[in-house]
């Protein structure tokens, strides 16, 4: 029996997602003791002390089914951010809400308009179901909602936008936000992905809930795995309008949020004081290596992330294959659309001292 003969054909081509070296992978490969992972964006200063707790009490009832409806958490989230809980939607990390906009909203030849590069979960989960990805190149490493609004047409069921962008880092301005709202057909989905907006201090970002009352069609999604530094237990949600959150809510698995994740995502909420640490540790070292880069020849990009693209081709071969074996795993830009760039996630001072030494070493 070929198994590749049963499969659905839009499947048969997918490349299968390859998320990066594992520390554990490196630690054998290379032989070396101490290994420093900058390269999936996660935070560096580590859950909230609160969340760990919150895991731990949680931990007896494993036994259990979750909350299917993430109540409590709904509940504190939907306080925060002054929002109707029917307006929310939670998701085993933010990729499966993009799965489930694609199984709820698209029809096989069904257009999907986004950056390029771009998030590769965008694509690749758009592809699984037969959507016609639009790609619409970026400019100055951002979006350019004009040309992303000139390749929408009567097919297009939604547009994806990520700000801050991965992996480019850069940021719509409220103005762009709302050029995009506004040239849009109300039956096209703005997916406004802001997986890393807790980390953007560039006035010009829009608060983008207050818009949901007079867009319907606008989707933010939010995530838990970064700043929150929850990855390792995937919480994500959506804000939307009711009657899209309805749709999706009918192709969402039940108990999808795992008893665990939905503890540590409640308890994480109330501590301000550990997102505060985290940004903190996030400016400071975005800035360190900005300098640091720059000074080195490496041309990063200005970020408004926890993580910085860089240029590295013109000094130097392979150097995400170069710092591997010195135990630092960072994305290397060619499996992001990228060839010749780094993606580096901005880690602890001494993470980010390490990563600028050994970039130091291989380049001189
Ligand atoms: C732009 C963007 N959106 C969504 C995600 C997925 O986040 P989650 O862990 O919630 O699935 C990521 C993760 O890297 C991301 O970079």
Not at 43 to 60: E, I, K
Request: with cysteine.
């Amino acid at each position: 029996m070929d198994f590749r003969d049963i499969a659905r054909e839009e499947i048969k081509d997918l490349p299968v997602y390859s998320p990066g070296m594992d520390i554990d992978d490196v630690k054998r490969r290379y032989g070396v003791e101490e290994v420093i992972k900058l390269a999936s964006n996660e935070n560096p200063v580590g859950p909230s002390p609160l969340a760990v707790g919150a895991v731990h009490r949680a931990v007896a009832d494993m036994s259990l089914y979750p909350d299917s409806s993430c109540a409590e958490l709904r509940r504190r989230l939907s306080e925060k951010l002054g929002v109707e809980p029917e307006r929310l939607l939670f998701g085993n990390g933010t990729d499966e809400i993009i799965d489930l906009i694609f199984l709820a909203f698209f029809n096989p030849g069904d257009g999907a308009v986004m950056g390029d590069p771009t998030f590769s979960s965008y694509f690749l989960t758009g592809m699984t179901v037969g959507a016609r990805i639009v790609y619409v190149p970026l400019r100055d490493f951002g979006h350019h909602p004009e040309e992303m609004l000139g390749a929408v047409d009567e097919s297009t069921r939604a547009l994806f936008v990520g700000t801050p962008h991965n992996p480019t880092g850069t940021i719509c301005t409220t103005a762009e936000f709302e050029r995009m709202l506004a040239g849009l057909p109300p039956e096209v989905i703005l997916v406004w992905d802001e997986a890393y907006c807790e980390y953007v201090d560039d006035p010009e970002y829009p608060q983008s809930i207050p818009y949901l009352e007079r867009y319907p069609n606008l989707v933010v999604l939010r995530t838990f795995s970064k700043i929150y530094g929850l990855a390792g237990l995937r919480v994500g949600y959506a804000v939307a309008d009711p009657q899209v959150v309805d749709m999706l809510e009918r192709v969402r698995p039940p108990f999808n949020v795992n008893r665990l994740a939905q503890a540590a995502a409640a308890a994480a909420l109330e501590d301000s004081a550990h997102l505060e640490k985290s940004r903190e540790v996030n400016a400071l070292g975005k800035r360190y290596l900005a300098e640091e880069l720059d000074r080195l020849g490496m041309r990063p990009v200005p970020t408004q992330a926890n993580f910085m693209l860089f240029r590295y081709d013109h000094l130097t071969g392979n150097l995400a294959a170069r710092l591997l074996e010195k135990g630092i795993i960072v994305r290397d830009g060619a499996a992001l659309g990228y060839p010749g760039y780094i993606r580096l996630t901005v880690g602890t001072p001494e993470q980010n001292q390490a990563v600028i030494g050994a970039i130091e070493e291989i380049v001189s």
